[in-house]
């Protein structure tokens, strides 16, 4: 008997152990599934394509700024001079040569010194554009994944709503059985019609929630033989492509204005600066309306900066333009061999040595255009940064301005719309119960606490898309390091000597 109470002991522990460890997996299974706003715009960033496209511009800029720094190649020349038609016999005039040449032409000016400085400074602006472009994909990221949740937070609003109605039935049906109270049979009726658009509008936000993740799982999907390690993380109830699911969290992340600068410092792909601005000093700023310091303060973008990298190659392209006024130099060198003559005596070989040179005397319709085209590239590029700087200016207003009335939005429904509605609900629904009141008024009540709930839901979610908008101005970029300039030149020389 009591070998078999420690047998039944042992077999409750085991059992109790392996129910533990199985609720231990289980969360942290769980746990791996979630997908969260930084986890979404992390991943947005790791498998967006376009950075390894921008990559390869890079490297190809900077292999062709090698190119184009390099000399011409030289021209070698083998040829018979001056053979006789009636006999062609190669000793039978004093003049007939068997002749060898070399020449090399010279660059005009500083022409191989510009050349090469353009294009360096044409692939200085990728690693501008990679970082506004990680900007922008963080913010894509995080606006659908913000959709997402707003529609999954819905449905649990309007599933305990149904839940409530459901019990709000009940109570009706049974009062109306028993003959209580003023319960008519159109109570029954208009319970039964809020449930059914209860289950209307939770079909509506199934539609919209299958849409966000869509349009999500377009920027956060896994690609073949991409990531895999961070794909076998993701599984969960939400699927991405063939492959990835998820789940999203309980409750909205908390976040502030420059959040999305945050996140994207503390990412190991992302070389950026977080504006050194407060949100309180940019706000004091846009309020102010002062025009020339907040453009300043735009200038760092990275946005800016990559069409200040234009700017200078094409002020780079104006000197290469009047290198094409300077004349062109080459020289070149032939040696002539000559026979013996019919009488076996020696003739001498010929050397010729010279020089030419193109003289750009008539620049008016190619030198003078093509400076001008340079000149006139140059300050389109220049009225490109101040329209883009206008642009940034204006959107970054407009977000603010939004930013302000929802967070007013915001405070008025925490302080009072929710607790009020929330008030009449609760006496309409204690007027009912006492037979003082009507189940028509009850359901609208409800129905306004939850229409209440949602739209200070959409509200929260607003707010947090326009933190995550103006996060995007807080992004300042890095400069380019010549370390860096260097390892990536050096690789492309390098691939394109495998290449050849």
């Known amino acids: 008997m009591t070998c078999f109470k420690h047998t039944a002991l042992a077999i409750s522990l085991a059992f109790v152990l392996i129910i533990s460890v ?5 969360g942290e299974d769980t746990n791996s599934h979630l997908l969260t706003l930084e986890r979404a715009i992390s991943l947005a960033i790791h498998n967006d394509p376009w950075l390894q496209k921008s990559e390869f511009q890079e490297r190809a800029a900077l292999a062709r700024s090698v190119a184009l720094s390099s000399m011409p190649d030289p021209v070698m020349s083998v040829g018979i001079a ?10 039978q005039e004093p003049m007939t040569q068997l002749k060898a040449g070399i020449s090399q032409m010279f660059p005009r000016g500083d022409t191989l010194r510009f050349q090469r400085q353009q294009q360096l400074e044409m692939s200085q602006q990728q690693p501008f554009m990679r970082q506004n472009r990680q900007a922008n994909v963080a913010v894509t990221a995080a606006l659908l994944w913000l959709d997402a949740y707003r529609a999954k937070a819905s449905m649990r609003l309007i599933e305990n709503d149904r839940a409530l109605f459901e019990q709000l039935g009940d109570i009706a049906e049974t009062n109306y ?30 539609a919209q929630e299958a849409q966000a993740i869509e349009k999500l799982s377009e920027w956060i999907a896994i690609e073949e033989g991409v990531k895999r390690d961070d794909a076998a993380k993701y599984s969960g109830s939400h699927k991405l492509g063939s492959a990835q699911v998820f789940e999203l969290p309980e409750a909205l992340p908390d976040l502030v204005p420059n959040s999305l600068a945050l996140m994207l410092q503390q990412h190991a792909n992302f070389n950026a600066n977080v504006n050194p601005h407060d949100f309180q000093g940019l706000s004091r700023l846009i309020v102010s309306g002062d025009q020339q310091q907040l453009a300043e303060m735009l200038t760092m973008h990275p946005m800016i900066q990559s069409i200040q990298q234009k700017i200078s190659a094409g002020q780079t392209g104006i000197e290469l333009a009047k290198q094409k006024y300077k004349p062109q130099w080459g020289v070149n060198a032939s040696y002539a061999y000559r026979d013996d003559d019919p009488m076996d005596r020696s003739r001498a070989d010929f050397l010729s040595v010279g020089f030419s040179v193109d003289l750009p005397l008539f620049t008016e319709n190619r030198q003078d255009q093509e400076l001008s085209s340079a000149v006139n590239e140059a300050e389109a590029i220049k009225t490109e940064k101040r329209l883009t700087i ?12 939004s930013y302000q009335r929802l967070l007013a939005r915001q405070n008025l429904y925490e302080e009072r719309f929710i607790t009020q509605t929330q008030q009449q609900a609760e006496a309409t629904l204690t007027a009912y119960t006492n ?3 009507d189940f028509a008024e009850v359901a609208r009540a409800r129905i306004a606490v939850l229409n209440a709930q949602l739209d200070a839901l959409n509200i929260e979610v607003e707010l947090l898309k326009t933190k995550m908008q103006m996060g995007y101005f807080f992004v300042q970029a890095q400069s380019i390091q010549s370390s860096r300039q260097d390892a990536l ?3 492309s020389v390098q691939s394109t000597s495998g290449a050849q």
Not at 191 to 206: K, N, T
Not at 390 to 401: C, F, G, K
């Open 82 to 91: 001056n053979l006789p038609t009636d006999g062609y016999d190669f000793n």
């Open 177 to 206: 059985a028993s003959g209580l109270g003023n319960t008519r049979q159109q109570d029954l009726l208009q319970a039964e019609l809020e449930l059914v658009r209860i289950e209307d509008r939770l079909l509506m936000l199934s």
């Open 435 to 437: 037979d003082e009141g």
């Open 22 to 26: 199985a609720s231990h997996a289980k």
């Open 489 to 491: 030149q050096e690789s």
């Open 390 to 401: 206008r642009n940034m200016m204006s959107s970054l207003r407009a977000v603010y301005a």
